[in-house]
């Protein structure tokens, strides 16, 4: 992830901008859009925190390994959520 300064919002270090996260992912601004209509990503006030990135990543990397549809990402990044909140949960008990 870069720190260089020009690649986050003024003043909210984390924030994105659409092209920006187009530019840092090398994934389209249509293809991020699309992804956020069918609710694989999240954005606030149009901008992409690192959460957002590593989501892109990961749904990109699915898409191109697995040949998955949209509606099978998001099941598949829906497990993987839940095995981390498990894996949590468990860590927690220890």
């Given amino acids: ?56 990543r990961q749904v990109e990397h699915l898409r191109q390994t697995s040949g998955a549809n949209l509606s099978g990402l998001k099941l598949i990044l829906s497990l993987l959520n839940e095995v981390e909140h498990l894996r949590q949960t468990l860590r927690a008990r220890r």
């Fill in 1 to 56: 992830m870069s720190t260089d300064p020009s690649t986050h919002l003024s003043g909210t270090e984390g924030r994105y901008t659409l092209e920006i996260v187009s530019k840092i992912t090398g994934v389209s601004s249509d293809t991020i859009l699309h992804y956020q209509e069918h609710g694989l990503l999240r954005s606030r006030q149009d901008t992409y925190d690192d959460e957002a990135l590593r989501t892109l």
